[in-house]
């Protein structure tokens, strides 16, 4: 059975920072890309950051030079690191494990239930 956990929400006043971590089980993780999605109230869910099963990132341009994605495939987790954080950042932040084919087989992307980061003053 997949399972994503978000964990290290909470919080925080504007320029302060938060590590959020994801761990994963049930999955095949090392293969696959690892993405964390914003939801704002009142909006959509929307891409901040993804990191390949090499290590290779990408961020929404928002975001650029305060977060930072990491992923140990070990420990099957992936991190997200954001300082300098903005009232805008707020939402609940859901981590995603990208579909993958393997062996012949096909596996969907998977969601974790979400948590909450709110940065107010």
């Known amino acids: 059975q997949v399972q994503l956990v978000e964990s290290g929400g909470g919080l925080v006043q504007p320029g302060e920072s938060l590590r959020l971590s994801c761990a994963a089980s049930g999955i095949i993780f090392s293969m696959r890309s690892m993405s964390w999605y914003r939801q704002a109230p009142g909006k959509e869910r929307v891409l901040v950051t993804s990191i390949t099963g090499s290590g290779r990132t990408t961020y929404d341009d928002s975001v650029k030079g305060r977060f930072t994605i990491s992923r140990d495939n070990a420990e099957k987790a992936v991190y997200l690191q954001m300082n300098s954080l903005k009232p805008e950042d707020t939402g609940i932040y859901y981590c995603?494990?990208?579909?993958?084919?393997?062996?012949?087989?096909?596996?969907?992307?998977?969601w974790g239930q979400g948590t909450q980061v709110t940065v107010s003053s």
């Open positions: 995603n494990a990208g579909a993958l084919w393997y062996s012949g087989r096909y596996y969907s992307d998977s």
